[in-house]
């Protein structure tokens, strides 16, 4: 979308100081200016995935925003406001069990977020870099996955998934010459050498070391977890850059894998061999996988790389894809000719029930091609993409819906009571006038409203649709005057400003319509009454004898729809009639 962005908050800064590490200025690490020219930064090598924010989300109702504070390992929530996100002034630290996790040479390290359900779900890998050799596969590298109940709270102590990073991945770079360690899960290291990233001379300038960080957690339609881990790696080095120690160029390809637990019992179970909740894909087999197989078995660029996941992914509910950032997205190398197809990031969709991917979109071209720093600055086989996040249409907003024909005044509306046809309804918005006309039911309506805005309704009593009808008292209903879309839906809502039926009312959360904002007037008083007096006896006309008693009867019929009192009749006997 266009438009500028603006720093939301600084969580390190007052009042909220948030501890999150510290990184040391451009200058005083010597970095250059321009994106092109390549650097030397040794000393933020160790700080990857250890200093500053890893993942955030948001609760369902959207003013809790959670953040992982990659620093100390903690989880915090901050309160951001309704509708219009206000800039939190404090943060609450809820923790993270994993912080007391039993890790095998390491510590637990959180980054991946998602809310679902009315919990916050955690990532977290055991890391290993206490170790100090490399076995193939590392038994030390775990994955772990927690659960907070935001109803609640708290935090559930027992991951809600837990398994061993050392299962056989794909290769980082296809061939016999590429080192073959790149097909497992290795420690983390904050120490570069070319051995550790398997930079040596058959394989320079090339180098990779698939170091496991969870940083993406989401859940599809069927309850579904997936996975997305991020190669450390491929953010410690750069492509087509100095190595941390000065000595030559190294152009680091990513390794980073996705992987899906499905719904069992109450918890999930992670894939295998390409299958998860009975489905099986063309992924079962390639030894590529726990248990032999993968169940998204389409991340990768064909004959060359079989692991290209950057680490950011986005599900929208509902949908049968995930998409996920990726290293070269698009099979569309030509032989021969430099900067095609290669070097390059975007998104692919992944199918949630079959593992294929049905689309691809490139979004960045590197031109690196052999030339240190490169020609544009673009991260190449490196993660250059983070988070991806949905921008998706809020559900719409309606408004209205009736003025009608109060017939018995009361301000509530009764089942023989017409609608008023032709009576112009206006809505003043933040920014501009808008108007309807009442239907032949009397219905109107307002459409695409924004969510939790202040809006007036008013209808003109002197407009000619409503000439000599008048007002009734509003909010009659059992309701009174809460105009709840739900329950305040029989009476009339409006008060009388300045010769205007208006009615006041602030939109709740998007897709929250309000078809109760009624509008009763009642007819015009009719300038003739119209009254019929019958006059009846009991002799019916017939001849009446001497002491004969006879009973006069008066009925009167109004056609009017106002109602007569105080009427007053009055009747002469013939002469020489008198009463007894």
Known sequence: PAGATSLFVNV??????????????????????????SSIDASTFP?????????????????????????????????????????????????????????????????????????????AVCTGESGTTDPFPNNDLRALVYAYDLLTGSWNTTPVLNFQL????????????????????????????????????????????GTPVLTDLE?????????????????QLGYYNQKPNGAGTIALQLSGDILRACPSGGGWVLESNGTCGGVTTAGAGTAQGPGGGEFYFTEDLPTYHQETIQGGMVQVMGQSNVVVGIMDPLNDLTPGTPGTGINSGGVSWLSDLNGTNPQDMRLY????????????????????????????????????????????????????????AGVIVSLQTPTTTIQTTTDGSGNYYFANLVPNTAYTLTVATGQSALAGWGVVAPNQGSSGSSNDPITDNVDSDYSVLA????????????????????????????????????????????????????????????????????????????PGTTYV
């Open 12 to 37: 390190a800064a007052a009042p909220i100081n948030m501890p999150l590490g510290t990184v040391a200025t451009d200058a005083s690490r010597g970095l250059p200016s321009g994106i092109t020219a």
């Open 47 to 123: 700080q990857i995935a250890k200093v500053g924010i890893g993942d955030i989300d948001l609760n369902d109702a959207g003013n809790i925003l959670f953040l992982s504070n990659l620093f100390n390992r903690n989880i915090y929530s901050m309160t951001i406001g309704t509708g219009v996100a206000v800039a939190p002034t404090s943060a609450q630290n809820i923790g993270g069990p994993w912080t007391s996790f039993s890790c095998t040479n390491g510590v637990a390290r959180s980054w991946g977020l998602k809310v679902y359900r009315d919990k916050l779900y955690a990532g």
């Open 166 to 209: 050392n299962y056989t991945k794909g290769e980082a770079r296809v061939g016999s010459r590429y080192d073959p360690s790149d097909k497992y899960w290795q420690r983390w290291t904050d120490t570069y050498s070319d051995a550790l990233f398997h930079a040596d001379a058959s394989w320079a300038p090339f180098a990779s070391r």
């Open 219 to 235: 859940f599809d339609a069927s309850g579904a977890m997936i996975l997305s881990f991020m190669d450390r790696a491929g953010m």
């Open 365 to 420: 071209q590197g031109a690196n091609n052999g030339t240190l720093g490169g020609t544009n600055g673009a991260f190449g086989k490196a993660v250059g993409l983070g988070d991806l996040e949905a921008l998706c249409d809020t559900a719409p907003i309606e408004i209205g819906n009736r003025v009608w024909q109060d017939l018995d005044g009361d301000g509530i509306q009764d089942a023989n009571e017409p609608g008023l």
């Open 499 to 574: 010769s205007n039926a208006t009615i006041f009312y602030t939109t709740q959360g998007a897709g929250v319509s309000n078809h109760g904002l009624d509008f009763g007037f009642t007819p015009p008083v009719p300038s003739v009454v119209d009254l019929y007096l019958a006059k009846s006896s009991s002799a019916n006309g017939g001849p009446v004898n001497a002491g004969q008693r006879i009973t006069y009867s008066f009925v009167i019929t109004s056609s009017s729809l106002i109602t007569q009192t105080g009427l007053v009749i009055s009747d002469s006997l013939p």
